[in-house]
């Protein structure tokens, strides 16, 4: 990147924060107002920044300003590395409070009765199909109570040919 760089603009650079191989040398005294004004920062950012350390100031809270825009560059270099790790958390944050919220809708439409469980519509429908089974094998005896004139040879007809329906429909080998 700085290989894209002229020799006039490298000569500004080195000029605004010098050679480092140079001994610090006294440096121009700023206040946090004019250090945010050349970070692009505000002031308040700037202290915060020197009281965690980033930035050098003295006791009278003025910045070296070479030395400082260092600092601040060199934080900016580690925090960008950090920002890689960062966008990965957050992404896994993101995938966790999707799975939380996921969870979450789907007890609320429990609790609405929206869903049921699996388990419960089965014994369900096999309440509902043993109800049919009971009510198909009692259909023999029901017509020899209605119907007087069927012999014992015709229910048992009758009775056989609901058996093999019943049995077609378990096996699945119904026709239509």
Request: net charge negative; with cysteine; proline share 5%.
């Given at each position: 990147m700085l290989e894209n760089l002229t020799e006039i603009e490298m000569a500004e650079i080195a000029a605004l924060v010098g050679d480092p191989e140079d001994p610090p040398e006294a440096d121009d005294l700023v206040n946090a107002a004019t250090?945010?004004?050349?970070?692009?920062?505000?002031?308040?950012h700037v202290s915060?920044?020197?009281r965690e350390g980033v930035l050098p100031r003295n006791p009278a809270k003025l910045f070296p300003l070479r030395r400082a825009i260092r600092a601040y560059c060199g934080h900016a270099r580690t925090g960008s590395v950090g920002r890689k790790v960062d966008a990965e958390l957050a992404a896994e944050k993101l995938r966790a409070a999707r799975a939380t919220a996921e969870k979450l809708e789907i007890a609320n439409a429990k609790a609405r009765g929206e869903i049921i469980a699996a388990a419960e519509v089965e014994r369900e429908w096999a309440d509902v199909l043993r109800g049919l089974r009971a009510g198909f094998l009692s259909l023999p005896s029901r017509a020899a109570a209605k119907l007087g004139h069927l012999t014992p040879h015709d229910l048992a007809a009758l009775d056989a040919e609901v058996r093999d329906v019943l049995m077609e429909i378990a096996e699945g080998d119904l026709e239509q």
């Amino acid at each position: 990147m700085l290989e894209n760089l002229t020799e006039i603009e490298m000569a500004e650079i080195a000029a605004l924060v010098g050679d480092p191989e140079d001994p610090p040398e006294a440096d121009d005294l700023v206040n946090a107002a004019t250090l945010a004004d050349w970070l692009g920062l505000t002031p308040n950012h700037v202290s915060a920044l020197a009281r965690e350390g980033v930035l050098p100031r003295n006791p009278a809270k003025l910045f070296p300003l070479r030395r400082a825009i260092r600092a601040y560059c060199g934080h900016a270099r580690t925090g960008s590395v950090g920002r890689k790790v960062d966008a990965e958390l957050a992404a896994e944050k993101l995938r966790a409070a999707r799975a939380t919220a996921e969870k979450l809708e789907i007890a609320n439409a429990k609790a609405r009765g929206e869903i049921i469980a699996a388990a419960e519509v089965e014994r369900e429908w096999a309440d509902v199909l043993r109800g049919l089974r009971a009510g198909f094998l009692s259909l023999p005896s029901r017509a020899a109570a209605k119907l007087g004139h069927l012999t014992p040879h015709d229910l048992a007809a009758l009775d056989a040919e609901v058996r093999d329906v019943l049995m077609e429909i378990a096996e699945g080998d119904l026709e239509q």
